[in-house]
């Protein structure tokens, strides 16, 4: 029972990394010519980033709302109720793949989302620092260890 799961677990996660692959190349091809077929997705999208679904599904609902920022570029600012406050959020998640596209998506708003995310980034910025630190701590700490390993 437990080995069927954990199958069913690596099929919704390859399912999700193509459904995010396929989505990547729809709008890097077609911009904002595909948001009536995205407006369509957009419920089970953002079902992803609910808090009680797995990591997972966190992961590849920010990267999918990273390319939805990327590639709309200001014209994403209506689809932000649904991915700010998440992105946010997530951008201090213990799950480094969550955190790298929370935090890949906090620098696309910031490249390319416009003057209409500026507050939004200002946020994120003390957020950002704290994860680096963190991450800086740990490397350390690691090296640290390797070298009364060795």
Not at 34 to 40: C, E, G, H, K, N
Not at 67 to 89: C, I, N, R
Request: net charge negative; aromatic share 10%; glycine share 6%.
């Amino acid at each position: 029972m437990e080995e069927q799961l954990e199958e069913e677990d690596d099929e919704d996660v390859y399912v999700l990394s193509k459904l995010g692959d396929l989505i990547h190349a729809l709008f890097s091809t077609h911009k904002d010519a595909l948001t009536p077929v995205f407006d369509q997705l957009l419920p089970s999208v953002v079902r992803l980033l609910d808090r009680a679904h797995p990591w997972t599904d966190h992961q590849w609902g920010l990267c999918i709302f990273d390319d939805v920022v990327e590639y709309l570029g200001p014209a994403s600012a209506k689809y932000q109720e649904h991915f700010v406050q998440p992105m946010l959020h997530y951008v201090t998640n213990s799950q480094s793949e969550v955190r790298q596209a929370a935090a890949y998506g906090c620098g696309v708003l910031g490249q390319f989302g416009g003057p209409g995310f500026a507050a939004v980034c200002a946020s994120a910025l003390p957020e950002l620092v704290k994860v680096i630190q963190v991450s800086e701590h740990l490397i350390q700490l690691t090296v640290s260890y390797c070298t009364d390993v060795v």
